[in-house]
């Protein structure tokens, strides 16, 4: 039971390159979350996936995309990358009503120069 | 105004003292609070979780809750070098959107 997985673990990209960020659980969860942590400010949340099919922006969500593909992975696309896109981003899902604790991935930790 | 507001720290308590951290938040709405663990350059730990006025306990932790002052809290007795961490504490209103104050670093010396 591998819980959260994400790949990959360290990007290094250019100004303007796009990529993909990987994410996928294996509990079964309805919702998952995408969230990018800088220094000092906590997770701050992106795109959300309440279930299969639907996303929702959260509170920073310019300059990305998603796309929940099953109910197991949800994807984000940086299209083209900024300087002010480094940071660690993290993957979570959430259980299902009775219980909203979130279980996080490693993170992915990606610079852009 | 943030939605979840937290002392940065860092707070430095004795091994075998009691470490408080507090938490405020501004969405009356608000019905699920929860406390993560963060050690550095890893990704958040679920240790506690609270839906209810009062306090709950498990095992050296005790989360506790305020409605009426928007107030949580997250007391660690007989604290250990190794519960040194940045403790996140996080809201949410309906299960949709979390919101994640910014974290206390605590630091337990031996």
């Known amino acids: 039971n591998a819980g959260v997985t994400q790949t990959p673990k360290f990007q290094v990209l250019k100004t303007g390159q796009s990529m993909t960020l990987q994410c996928a659980q294996d509990?079964?969860?309805?919702?998952m979350y995408w969230y990018r942590q800088d220094p000092g400010m906590g997770l701050r949340l992106i795109y959300y996936?309440?279930?299969?099919?639907?996303?929702d922006k959260g509170e920073v969500p310019n300059g990305y995309n998603v796309s929940r593909l099953n109910k197991r992975e949800f994807s984000l696309r940086l299209e083209s990358a900024a300087p002010s896109q480094t940071s660690v981003y993290f993957c979570?899902?959430?259980?299902?009503?009775?219980?909203?604790?979130?279980?996080f991935g490693p993170g992915t930790r990606l610079t852009v120069t | 105004q943030k939605e979840v507001e937290q002392n940065s720290g860092p707070l430095s308590v004795p091994e075998g003292a009691i470490a408080s951290l507090n938490c405020t938040y501004s969405?009356?709405?608000?019905?699920?609070f929860f406390w993560y663990r963060q050690y550095s350059g890893k990704s958040p730990e679920l240790i506690m979780s609270?839906?209810?006025?009062g306090d709950k306990e498990d095992g050296r932790f005790t989360a506790q809750l305020n409605k009426a002052s928007q107030y949580v809290s997250l007391l660690i007795r007989d604290s250990q070098p190794s519960d040194s961490a940045t403790y996140l504490c996080?809201?949410?209103?309906?299960?949709?959107?979390?919101?994640f104050g910014s974290g206390t670093k605590l630091n337990v010396k031996p």
């Open positions: 996936s309440a279930s299969e099919g639907t996303t």
């Open positions: 969405d009356r709405g608000s019905q699920s």
């Open positions: 979570a899902s959430r259980g299902d009503r009775g219980s909203y604790e979130q279980y």
């Open positions: 509990m079964n969860h309805n919702s």
């Open positions: 996080a809201v949410n209103r309906d299960g949709g959107k979390f919101y």
């Open positions: 609270i839906y209810s006025n």
